[in-house]
């Protein structure tokens, strides 16, 4: 059983930075991409950033390339997001999610690739 925490989220102002964690369990938390998703209200869900069972190499949506930075601790079986300047359009319930199967060495970058979620944790950017 995989379960997924995540912490960190909040308010904050336009320009101003969040660091999002994931904490997973389970012991093939190294076998797997792991990404975050986000789901702004009326919105369908977007994929915002993956990375690889190594934590190497890593995959963004446009709109957060050079702002956001997604890592990995394997050694604490966690995951990160690093935000900086932050934008209302940022604004959104964020889902930490482990990938479906093995990706190697493609990454998975649309939500149906992953079937087990966090249960999200709010971002608001005010402007």
């Known amino acids: 059983q995989v379960q997924l925490v995540e912490s960190g989220g909040g308010l904050v102002q336009a320009g101003g930075s969040l660091r999002l964690s994931c904490a997973a369990s389970g012991r093939t938390f190294t076998s797997y991409a792991m990404g975050w998703i986000r789901q702004a209200p009326g919105k369908e869900r977007e994929f915002v950033a993956a990375v690889n069972r190594s934590g190497g190499p890593t995959s963004y949506v446009d709109s957060v390339k050079g702002r956001f930075t997604i890592s990995r601790d394997n050694g604490k079986n966690t995951v990160y997001l690093q935000m900086n300047s932050l934008k209302p359009e940022d604004s959104a319930v964020y889902y930490c999610?482990?990938?479906?199967?093995?990706?190697?060495?493609?990454?998975?970058?649309?939500?149906?690739?992953?079937?087990?979620w966090g249960q999200g944790t709010q971002v608001t950017v005010s402007s």
């Open positions: 999610a482990r990938a479906a199967r093995i990706f190697n060495p493609v990454l998975p970058i649309t939500p149906e690739l992953y079937n087990y």
